[in-house]
C-alpha cells in the first residue's frame, strides 16, 4: 500500500488519461522489482527459477489493454505473482517434474564409443524384429525367461502350459535369436 502511495506521489498516475504506458510499466517495474523477487525467492526452492518469475508477472502485466487502469498496483501485481506461482505448480505438474532427477552439472559423458552405441542399437533393434518374428507363446516365453527373470516354472505357468512346452518354446526363440544376432554380425 504504502508502494502504491509513493507511485502516486513520484508523479506518474497509473489512472490519468494521460498516462503514457510504457513509462508507466517502467515504473512499476522499478518500484516492484525488489518485493517481487524477495516474494518469489520465499516461495520457490530453486532461487535460480527468481528472475523468470518476476519477467512473467512483467509480461502478463505487459500484456494488459490498459495497465494505466490499474487502481491498486500492488495489490495487483501480488495478486498476478501468486497466479504466476499457481500456473507454474500446475505446468510442473503436468509434467511430472518432481518425478525426474535433475542432471549433475558435471555430468561426464558416455565412456563407450558412438560406433559401439550406434552397433549395440542395431543390435537391439534386430533383436526385437527377430522377437516379433516368433509366434505369440515363443515370444512370451522367451521375454518372460529371459528379459524378466522368472523361472521356467513360473513362466509355464504364467502362461498355462507344462513347464517342458515352456523349455521347449525357450529352446527355439534361443535358436531363433541366436542364427539372427550370428547372421548381423557377419553382415
Known amino acids: 500500500?504504502?508502494?502504491?502511495?509513493?507511485f502516486m506521489r513520484e508523479g506518474i498516475s497509473v489512472?490519468?488519461?494521460?498516462?503514457?504506458?510504457?513509462?508507466?510499466?517502467?515504473?512499476?517495474?522499478?518500484?516492484?522489482?525488489?518485493?517481487?523477487?524477495?516474494?518469489?525467492?520465499?516461495?520457490v526452492a530453486?532461487?535460480?527459477d527468481v528472475p523468470d518469475l518476476v519477467q512473467d508477472v512483467y509480461l502478463r502485466l505487459s500484456q494488459m489493454a490498459d495497465p494505466t487502469a490499474i487502481e491498486?498496483?500492488?495489490?495487483?501485481?501480488?495478486?498476478?505473482?501468486?497466479?504466476?506461482?499457481?500456473?507454474?505448480?500446475?505446468?510442473?505438474?503436468?509434467r511430472g517434474s518432481g518425478l525426474h532427477d535433475a542432471l549433475d552439472e558435471n555430468?561426464?559423458?558416455?565412456?563407450?564409443?558412438?560406433d559401439r552405441v550406434f552397433e549395440s542399437r542395431e543390435a537391439a533393434d534386430r533383436l526385437q524384429a527377430v522377437l516379433l518374428?516368433?509366434?505369440?507363446?515363443?515370444r512370451d516365453v522367451f521375454v518372460l525367461r529371459?528379459?524378466?527373470?522368472?523361472?521356467?516354472?513360473?513362466v509355464a505357468?504364467?502362461?498355462?502350459?507344462?513347464?517342458?512346452?515352456?523349455?521347449?518354446h525357450q529352446a527355439r526363440a534361443l535358436a531363433r535369436v541366436a542364427a539372427a544376432l550370428e547372421d548381423w554380425r557377419h553382415h
Open 1 to 6: 500500500m504504502e508502494r502504491d502511495r509513493t
Open 15 to 43: 489512472d490519468g488519461p494521460g498516462s503514457d504506458r510504457r513509462v508507466v510499466l517502467t515504473r512499476l517495474a522499478h518500484v516492484y522489482e525488489r518485493a517481487l523477487n524477495r516474494y518469489f525467492a520465499r516461495r
Open 46 to 48: 530453486a532461487k535460480e
Open 72 to 94: 491498486k498496483p500492488e495489490h495487483f501485481l501480488f495478486v498476478t505473482a501468486a497466479n504466476v506461482l499457481k500456473d507454474r505448480a500446475r505446468r510442473a505438474a503436468a
Open 107 to 114: 555430468f561426464a559423458g558416455s565412456e563407450i564409443p558412438p
Open 133 to 138: 518374428e516368433l509366434p505369440e507363446r515363443t
Open 146 to 154: 529371459m528379459l524378466e527373470g522368472l523361472r521356467m516354472a513360473d
Open 157 to 168: 505357468h504364467a502362461i498355462g502350459i507344462s513347464t517342458r512346452a515352456a523349455e521347449k
